[in-house]
């Protein structure tokens, strides 16, 4: 397990310090998720990046769960190309690999992360394509803020082995 703490020792964090985060490190964030597998390799992702106090504001005023942009260095909006998915749909799956990455990438730089979901509530998909200005093909999928977190979470165990199944849904994989 010591290889993958990184992965499992990731919480979401609504809290954050007043540091702001330098832009080598929003691009390194940004180099992780766009190492994110996509079908085909098509890579139907964009990123907004917001560093604005009053855009984080009008964020807050359209998304009821997006008030840790108070304290948040970033916010990162990550939005799907449609004329660049491989089919209909997998714009969606590509994008939410992209934003783990985001979100692995940031825990490894220390740094706080919250995804908020966007997708595929459609009021605020259309409220986050307006503030935007985003073109009509490219869809806001997740809003992640970003900062140095002021919270610190332990690890809560959420492996449960009778959700494994071996070959076949009648035969658990871990016996006990």
């Not at 954050?16 to 139907?44: C, E, H, R, W």
Request: glycine share 4%.
């Amino acid at each position: 397990m010591k290889k993958i703490a990184h992965i499992l020792d990731r919480r979401s964090i609504r809290r954050f310090t007043d540091q702001k985060i330098d832009n080598d490190t929003i691009k390194d964030i940004l180099t992780a998720a766009m190492y994110a597998p996509s079908a085909v390799n098509l890579q139907p992702w964009h990123f907004v990046v917001i560093d604005q106090k009053p855009m984080m504001e009008k964020i807050m005023e359209i998304h009821p769960h997006a008030r840790m942009l108070q304290t948040a260095s970033h916010a990162v909006v990550v939005c799907g190309d449609i004329h660049l998915q491989h089919a209909d749909g997998y714009w969606v799956v590509d994008c939410g690999a992209a934003t783990q990455n985001l979100l692995l990438a940031a825990h490894a730089l220390e740094l706080g992360s919250c995804w908020v979901g966007i997708h595929p509530r459609e009021e605020r998909k259309a409220a986050f394509s307006r503030l935007l200005s985003l073109p009509t093909h490219v869809l806001p999928f997740a809003l992640v803020a970003l900062g140095y977190p002021e919270e610190h979470k332990s690890r809560p165990e959420r492996f449960h082995p009778e959700k494994v199944r071996h070959n076949h849904w009648d035969t658990p994989y871990f016996h006990e």
